[in-house]
């Protein structure tokens, strides 16, 4: 699996796509922090960014790369290399490359402006830590889906529509299930209901940081408990973790018995 | 000149003869005087007690006559869980440079360290209250000075534990350089006015940092509350002003920096509020004037709920509040002018240094939050930025009228000194 | 060398083998002819782990293939269509098989040359023409000298000096004393090398054995003709 995912990783490394990948965070973290200078207000707006661009981003280019390699995928069937390497290999490279785009070039302009120096330090690198999982959580969704579907127009329709529902569509089920429940204690439900979408989970460990005094004003038991202590930065953690194992052990299934 | 020398001796011996009157009474362990007790005992109107170093195992010392008690080099007063240790019950006294523990707790009873009855021109200073119930409890009196004290109890919850320095029915009274942590609300004022409260520290109090009932003509400036189970709450009073005070980090619940409730005529000017859950929480209040204060990454800077008539919000700074405005009610005949709002996006085309795009403070989702609290778990979603929008561009739910004509494009600058 | 029992495959509705029992001998070069869809890729799928069958087993080299992937060590595969990841340079490609593979073959630079491929061994997979990616594809696929060699339509793209030279090197790899399993509708290729033909038709055997056994059993005088009456009679 290390020498597909080496190859993956390479492959990718070298295309143009991660240049411009790299080079648009690069460039995001410059106009950020050197034409703003305002740190805060620049973790804000990455925030912004990782929770809805990076999903999107990881989405799309799971997606065309399972599709694009499929010649290649079929000569790497053929050798003495077990099936779910090739895959997990192939998805570890994509996710990797990706995450490291993200990571180096948001990283080096906060380097270069003085970061370690200042103490947003720990909230930005908690963002690359939440934006390197959410491109490893939906890189693997969309190999699955690629697996899944053979149609590359329905495969790629299907992960938009994922990436749609669980960055916009989720939440506004989510807030109208909550306005319509108002009068029953929604505090699991809710928590419950933000454990099991990752932008979401993602949102809400970037607002630990950002926002817990507004977090802390609410009076139930349970968001004190989560929010007020590091159990809910644990928690979130932990989902998140299993958010990318999931579809990981799933690829893995589907890639056993599939046809190629 | 010789007329000079006369005067000179004159006042000279007049000097002394007042020397003479007011004896000075030394206490210690090896002393002729053992005890306080016995010093106030043998005293006269005027007279000075100075207590040495040591510890002095003595409570419900009654001060009954103008004196001036002087620890030196800081001796204890161990009240040994008997009671209330010291109380001053005569006018023109002064209690300077001791260390007082262990006050008797009693649920009947509030037992203080030091307790004024009615009394006026007292000076309390330089006191170290440990092991306490309430602090230092002032009832009836006037002029008074409490100056320096420092104050640390161990509070838990508010059902069990005192104020550090609680007045009632007093009267021009300064409470100056005290540092107060750990009890229930560092500082209470009940029926009480014209008190100048300033550049004291009030931190990690069960309940506020500092506390107005029905107290009229107050002024508290330079002080900082912090960490408190809320900063400051003034209620039902009126004419307080509030100037150049720093509300930090009042986090919880029902936690807030500055809670108004049923005040009128207030001004809060250049004060700072740093990362409370609340910055001001306001109820059925009248012509409170806010101005050139700071809200910085606040959960909200300001929620108000209602009943409020004729609020000023001026020139103030709005940063990085996960809410800037929430309220509930009806708002009435409010204005809100030349803030900086740093989630504002128009832009300044005639760079006179004032968007010209009004900004709405009151953004969709706060209307929402007030509706169904949980889903703050919501905040900073896109469905939400999608929403709030929405109505940014057409308002519906929140009201037209709420609106800043004049927000100012850069963070303004303000004297912090 | 490859024993096959009662092999059965669907594509949701579509039956595409129907119980196929092939046995195929050490040595020789077998080809595996067929209108299309009658299952020829399906099978060599099979063969190589790539199609799960729904039942019935393979064994290749008294190895069961079945959740097994060592097997495929003895095998050299060419894939139908090449397409390669477009930005490696033809040298990486070779190494990276070779690496994939943990070999240490050194046949490449002979077949290299054999095809010319020098000049493009420092060019992107990308900028290369059809038939000059096909030769890259036969160099990878002959290079490791396994013991069955597996060729799904050798032939496309290639130009006639390649053609020739791709038979020369068929030839020689049966003088070796390989197995060799042959895709092509290219008959006039078909005729010149395979030994043996196995006839696939709407996943059934239609016939299994040597030309000369097929043109006797059509009483045609070759075999484009043999095939041609085979699928006349079958859809007539």
């Given at each position: 699996m290390l020498k597909i995912l080496k190859y993956s990783f390479y492959d990718l490394m070298r295309s143009r796509w991660s240049y411009v990948y790299f080079l648009f965070y690069l460039l995001l973290g410059v106009v950020l922090l050197f034409?703003?200078?305002?740190l805060s207000k620049a973790v804000i707006t990455l925030m912004n960014v990782i929770i809805i661009l990076v999903p999107l981003i990881g989405t799309i280019f799971g997606i065309m790369y399972h599709y694009d390699s499929r010649e290649f995928t079929e000569l790497l069937l053929a050798q003495p290399i077990k099936r779910s390497s090739i895959f997990l290999g192939q998805y570890f490279g994509v996710a990797t490359s990706l995450s490291m785009s993200l990571i180096i070039g948001l990283g080096l302009p906060f380097v270069f402006y003085g970061l370690f120096n200042s103490n947003a330090i720990w909230d930005f690198s908690l963002l690359l830590i939440t934006g390197a999982f959410l491109t490893f959580i939906f890189t693997a969704l969309a190999f699955m889906i690629g697996l899944l579907n053979e149609n590359k127009i329905k495969g790629f329709g299907y992960a938009i529509l994922l990436w749609l529902f669980m960055a916009v569509i989720y939440d506004g089920i989510f807030l109208m299930s909550i306005l319509y429940f108002s009068d029953y204690p929604l505090d699991n439900f809710s928590l419950i209901a933000i454990l099991t979408n990752p932008i979401d989970l993602s949102r809400v460990l970037i607002l630990l940081k950002l926002d817990i005094s507004a977090l802390l004003g609410y009076t139930g038991a349970v968001f004190q408990r989560f929010f007020g202590t590091n159990f809910g930065l644990i928690l979130s953690f932990k989902m998140l973790v299993l958010w990318v194992l999931i579809p990981t052990v799933l690829i893995w299934r589907i890639s056993k018995k599939k046809d190629f | 000149m010789k007329k000079l020398t006369y005067i000179f001796i004159l006042g000279f011996l007049i000097l002394s003869v007042q020397y003479s009157w007011a004896n000075t009474i030394t206490v210690c362990g090896s002393c002729e005087t053992k005890s306080i007790k016995a010093a106030i005992a043998i005293a006269e109107e005027g007279d000075t007690i100075l207590v040495k170093p040591g510890v002095y195992k003595e409570s419900g010392i009654k001060v009954d006559k103008g004196l001036t008690i002087i620890g030196e080099g800081l001796p204890t007063i161990d009240g040994q869980d008997k009671g209330e240790i010291v109380t001053i019950g005569a006018d023109n006294v002064t209690l300077d440079g001791f260390k007082i523990i262990n006050v008797g707790s009693s649920y009947t009873t509030d037992y203080a360290s030091v307790r004024v009855v009615t009394s006026k021109n007292f000076v309390i200073q330089n006191l170290v209250l440990e092991k306490l119930f309430f602090g230092i409890y002032v009832q009836r009196s006037q002029h008074g000075k409490i100056l320096n004290n420092k104050v640390t109890g161990e509070a838990?919850?508010?059902?069990?534990s005192g104020n550090a320095i609680h007045l009632w029915h007093s009267k021009n009274i300064e409470i100056t350089g005290n540092d107060v942590r750990h009890v229930r609300d560092g500082i209470y004022l009940e029926f009480s006015d014209f008190i100048i409260i300033r550049s004291n520290i009030s931190k990690y109090n069960v309940r506020y940092g500092l506390h107005f009932m029905f107290s009229n003509d107050d002024l508290y400036e330079y002080n900082t509350f912090e960490g408190n189970g809320a900063g400051v709450a003034v209620m039902f009073s009126k004419r307080i002003d509030m100037h150049h005070n720093q509300f930090r980090k009042?986090?919880?619940?029902?936690?807030?920096?500055l809670l108004l409730k049923e005040i009128s005529d207030a001004k809060i000017t250049n004060n700072v509020f740093f990362e409370n859950t609340v910055g001001i929480t306001s109820e059925v209040c009248n012509r409170i004037e806010y101005k050139n204060n700071d809200f910085i990454s606040n959960g909200w800077a300001m929620n108000m709920k209602g009943g409020s008539y004729a609020t000023k919000v001026i020139n103030n700074n709005f940063i990085h509040n996960s809410f800037d405005i929430s309220y509930l009610g009806r708002m009435n005949d409010n204005k809100f002018d030349g803030n900086y709002w740093s989630t504002y996006t128009g832009y300044d085309l005639d760079k006179n240094g004032i968007g010209d795009v009004p900004y709405r403070p009151v953004k969709l989702f706060s209307y929402i939050v007030n509706k169904a609290p949980e889903s703050i778990i919501l905040l900073r979603s896109l469905f939400i930025d999608i929403i709030d929008f929405s109505e940014k561009v057409?308002?519906?739910?929140?009201?037209?009228?709420?609106?800043?004509e004049n927000p100012k494009i850069k963070r303004i600058e303000h004297d912090r000194n | 060398m490859i024993e096959i029992n009662d092999l059965h495959k669907k594509f949701g509705k579509n039956e595409?083998?129907?119980g196929i029992n092939l046995s195929i001998n050490e040595g020789g070069i077998f080809s595996i002819l067929g209108p299309n869809g009658s299952g020829k890729t399906t099978l060599i799928k099979c063969m190589l782990g790539m199609v799960i069958p729904d039942s019935g087993n393979i064994t290749i080299r008294d190895e069961v293939i079945k959740n097994n992937y060592k097997y495929r060590n003895k095998i050299d595969y060419l894939p139908q269509i090449a397409r390669f990841?477009?930005?490696?340079?033809v040298k990486e490609i070779i190494a990276m098989i070779k690496d994939l593979r943990a070999s240490k073959t050194e046949k490449e630079i002979e077949l290299i040359e054999l095809f010319k491929l020098e000049p493009f061994l420092n060019k992107r997979l990308d900028n290369l023409s059809g038939g000059t990616k096909q030769k890259v594809n036969l160099v990878l696929t002959f290079m490791f000298d396994s013991p069955l060699i597996i060729l799904d339509e050798p032939t496309s793209g290639l130009d006639p000096i390649s053609h020739l030279r791709l038979k020369n090197l068929i030839f020689s790899e049966k003088e070796k004393g390989k197995t060799i399993l042959v895709t092509s509708h290219i008959l006039s290729f078909v005729e010149d090398i395979a030994d043996k033909i196995v006839f696939l038709l709407e996943g059934e055997i239609y016939f299994n054995g040597t030309i000369s056994q097929l043109k006797t059993k059509t009483e045609q005088p070759d075999l484009e003709h043999a095939i041609a009456s085979i699928l006349s009679a079958s859809y007539a």
């Open positions: 034409l703003n200078n305002d | 838990v919850s508010e059902f069990n009042n986090w919880g619940t029902a936690s807030y920096g057409s308002p519906v739910f929140t009201p037209d009228d709420l609106i800043d | 595409v083998l129907k990841p477009g930005n490696l340079k």
